[in-house]
């Protein structure tokens, strides 16, 4: 993206430029999270995130041999192709984890999985400026179709029983003795025709749809950060301003990196996940870091801020990605698709607004209302699990969930891998 975003300007002359590119890259990961769900229900998993890879692979070759004449149209099927394409891999990835590893190491394997992203982030920020300025943008590209070719080999490797198509194993943890997946999927198919099954899918789980929602707002919230740190790390020192955004992110990924060994060392000694509250906490957390690394506090301070803040990130991102995989697999990949949606639309919305915002206000205002936002639907999160939890163990003995979910023995409300998603019926 580094290089992409900079050849978009080299190749155009105009900074808007950069602006489109990322709203076409945006608008079409948007579209494919709406039909991620359909796709995984007629393709396995691993075909999808086998073909995706080979598709952005060409991509960038045609970028590299595209004539002067016609960069500007090659440029503009890289932003489509890269941006449906990596939500699909994604939404793919994630649904079919449970089938990859069991439902068992699913927390495990979600936090292995952010670790080496986190990681690649890394090293793909710090070598790009090197690449680009020694070697120039074509071999920046030919790089880049490497490691969609090495992933793809990865892929064609990866060992997914049914690979998320279809009916397949439930998780265990779901405590579904009384059917609820069968039940979910029956659900999906009967309102097919009056509304979209991602939607039936979010509907299956109490809680759900919230946390969706704030996932979203989470990425409302992420897009004014990223935003504001340039214009943030210019006032610091305007002679090197990518110094500060490059530390920052270093141990923000740093802080990432921790909390997986953390998350996974906790997993490994109890057998239990971190749960939808760990999401609720970790988000109030992460957009409180955030706001404060804005504030002004010395160097060394915000070097801490913003390892609580990626630590924070870590751990939203394996609670939640968890969570949304106790589904059925029948419903997980229109879930995972919807999810994608809401996080692209919040993530591309708030880049409008927040650009928009920075004009007039300084990076803190603008950081703060955006974080802050997410921390209010955060405590409303909270609040609905909490309030959930409640309702399950009042109706744990009287055999009210029996259509739901199984007997009080069986739904072990004390699981946090299960609050707010498996609860009696009402």
């Known amino acids: 993206m580094v290089a992409l975003n900079l050849f978009v300007y080299e190749t155009t ?18 579209a494919a999270g709406l039909t991620a769900g359909t796709l995984l229900a007629r393709f396995t998993a691993k075909t999808v995130m086998l073909w995706t890879n080979v598709a952005q692979a060409a991509v960038m070759l045609l970028l590299v041999f595209a004539p ?15 941006g449906s394409c990596g939500t699909l891999f994604m939404v793919s990835l994630r649904s079919s984890i449970p089938e990859m590893v069991g439902v068992d190491r699913r927390g495990w394997a979600n936090s292995l999985s952010i670790t080496g992203r986190s990681l690649a982030m890394v090293a793909g920020f710090a ?8 070697v120039g943008y074509t071999a920046a590209f030919v790089v880049d179709m490497a490691t969609f070719v090495i992933c793809a080999v990865t892929v064609a490797l990866l060992p997914i029983a049914g690979g998320g198509r279809g009916k397949s194993a439930r998780p265990d943890s779901e405590g579904d003795s009384g059917g609820r997946a069968e039940q979910g999927a029956a659900a999906a198919e009967k309102a097919g025709r009056r509304m979209p099954v991602a939607f039936v899918a979010l509907a299956a789980a109490p809680g759900l749809g919230l946390m969706v929602a704030l996932r979203g707002v989470d990425a409302f ?6 935003a504001a740190l340039p214009i943030y790390s210019t006032e610091l020192d305007a002679s090197r301003p990518a110094v500060f955004v490059s530390a920052f992110w270093c141990l923000w990924a740093l802080g990432n990196v921790v909390a997986q060994q953390v998350i996974q060392r906790y997993a490994k000694r109890t057998g239990r996940s971190v749960g939808a509250l760990g999401f609720g906490y970790g988000t109030i957390v992460m957009s409180g870091a955030f706001i404060l690394a804005f504030a002004g506090f010395p160097l060394v301070a915000t070097g801490v801020i913003a390892l609580v803040a990626g630590a924070a990130d870590g751990l939203t991102e394996v609670s939640y990605t968890s969570h ?9 990949g229109h879930a995972f698709g919807l999810s994608a949606t809401f996080e692209n639309l919040g993530f591309g919305v708030g ?5 928009a915002a920075l004009d007039r206000y300084s990076p803190l205002t603008v950081v703060g ?4 936002a997410a921390m209010v639907v955060a405590v409303a999160f909270l609040l609905r ?17 029996a259509g739901a979910g199984a007997g009080a023995g069986e739904r072990e409300p004390h699981r946090g891998d299960r609050d707010g998603a498996e609860v009696p019926g009402s």
């Open 13 to 30: 002359g105009r900074a808007i430029a950069m602006g489109l590119f990322m709203a076409v890259r945006l608008g079409s990961g948007f």
């Open 68 to 82: 002067d004449g016609l960069r500007t149209g090659a440029l503009v099927a890289v932003s489509v192709v890269v």
């Open 127 to 134: 070598s790009a400026g090197v690449v680009v300025s020694l």
């Open 221 to 226: 919230g992420s897009s004014s950060h990223n």
């Open 324 to 332: 949304l995989q106790t589904l059925s697999a029948d419903l997980r």
């Open 351 to 355: 880049m409008i607004l927040v650009a």
């Open 369 to 372: 209302w955006s974080h802050g």
């Open 385 to 401: 699990v909490a309030g959930l939890r409640r309702g399950e163990k009042r109706g744990g003995g009287d055999g009210e969930g």
